[in-house]
């Protein structure tokens, strides 16, 4: 629309068809207001449309008059726009982040309000793989979904669908996670550990993102055989693991050893040791 303050008027006359009850709807959606009086045995519809107060109107848009699904009464009209409903992950909280400390194996989904939109329901993909998800569960009003049951360090995809009662829909982008058992403290599994053989993996908790400093000390002599830098750690859970090399790069014997983890987060730092105990 060249001037958003004008109103656009349209007269649409179709062919004759049986009488149908008079009604008007208004569907405001993406910053446009519309409106309709359906009546007469024509399916004659006086359709009107203009801008919102607040933002500017979008461009490019079609109109549409027509039956619609039985949960809507007669004979209906919207008004839609070529911009997506705009279903996201809700920002700031964990439902993409990849490692989400968990008591009881579940996981909570959360995402944003579609934008603009009239009554809408929300399905949820999910899968192990970005590909070829299926739907876990469909018809939902809120946004937000408990999964259970899930897997320790598994990654899990997810997909929001979001629907309105004219048919549309929307897709949101593919999203992922993961989650760790909750702990406050270093933890090592497995332990005993095969070095040479899958290693170990330590998990942890970090006070904002920030790096750690692991360093392997042999019992009794106390002599360090190992150390590493870890950069790019995200706050809360997090995980390293060692395949049970020194630094030279040989297979550690038999044998008790001291891990030392000093933790250096945005918001806090902490040292932590542990015990592993390696055998060949």
Not at 234 to 241: I, M, R, S
Request: hydrophobic fraction near 40%; charge should be positive.
């Amino acid at each position: 629309m060249k001037n958003p303050n004008v109103l656009l008027l349209a007269l649409l006359t179709f062919t004759a068809r049986p009488a149908i009850a008079a009604g008007v709807c208004a569907l405001p959606q993406q910053g446009m207001a519309g409106g309709a009086a359906i009546s007469g045995t024509g399916y004659k519809a006086d359709i009107s449309i203009g801008p919102l107060a607040g933002p500017s109107a979008a461009g490019a848009f079609t109109l549409g008059v027509g039956p619609q699904p039985a949960s809507v009464a007669g004979y209906s009209c919207f008004l839609s726009t070529d911009a997506p409903f705009g279903v996201s992950a809700l920002p700031g909280t964990r439902s993409v982040q990849r490692l989400v400390p968990s008591t009881n194996r579940t996981m909570l989904l959360e995402w944003t309000p579609s934008f603009g939109a009239s009554a809408v329901t929300y399905a949820v993909n999910t899968g192990r793989s970005p590909i070829g998800l299926t739907t876990y569960t469909a018809g939902l009003a809120g946004t937000s979904l408990l999964l259970a049951a899930l897997d320790y360090q598994a990654p899990y995809y997810w997909q929001i669908v979001v629907s309105d009662a004219f048919g549309r829909t929307s897709p949101s982008a593919v999203y992922s996670f993961s989650i760790v058992p909750a702990t406050d403290r270093l933890i090592a599994a497995p332990n005993p550990f095969h070095p040479g053989r899958g290693g170990v993996t330590f998990l942890f908790n970090m006070m904002g993102a920030g790096t750690a400093d692991i360093e392997i000390y042999s019992l009794p002599d106390s002599k360090r055989v190992f150390r590493a830098n870890i950069a790019g750690l995200q706050d809360g859970a997090n995980t390293y693991v060692y395949d049970g090399r020194d630094d030279g790069g040989r297979l550690l014997p038999n044998g008790v050893f001291t891990v030392r983890l000093k933790k250096r987060g945005a918001n806090g730092n902490a040292d932590e040791s542990f015990k592993i105990v390696s055998v060949r």
